[in-house]
């Protein structure tokens, strides 16, 4: 049990713990029926950044700053170790 619990601890320690970035150098080494679906998600995705940069960017514009404002500290956010009914229905949810 001991060396299955190492063996496991060795594994997750060297494997990355997210995907490779999509690029379209890895979206040209697929398969050629599975590249057009993927360069359409690429081409939402840079649409989506431009679209949130722009809004990013007219937000500070309208409010007359050089660059966005760092947001507050939340401090720590916890939930209860097995929330009920009442503590979902509570104003604090």
């Keep these: 049990m001991n060396r299955l619990i ?7 320690a060297f494997t990355p713990a ?13 398969p050629a029926t599975d590249q057009p679906a993927w360069e359409a998600y ?10 949130d940069q722009a809004a990013i960017d007219a937000e500070i514009a309208a409010n007359g700053l050089d660059k966005p404002l760092k947001a507050p500290s939340g ?12 503590w979902y229905a509570g104003a604090k949810t």
């Design 42 to 51: 690429m081409q939402r995705s840079q649409a989506a950044a431009k679209a």
């Design 18 to 30: 997210f995907a490779e970035p999509v690029t379209p150098d890895r979206i040209k080494q697929l």
């Design 6 to 12: 190492f063996s496991l601890a060795v594994t997750f």
């Design 75 to 86: 401090g720590d956010f916890k939930l209860k170790l097995k929330p009920d009914d009442a």
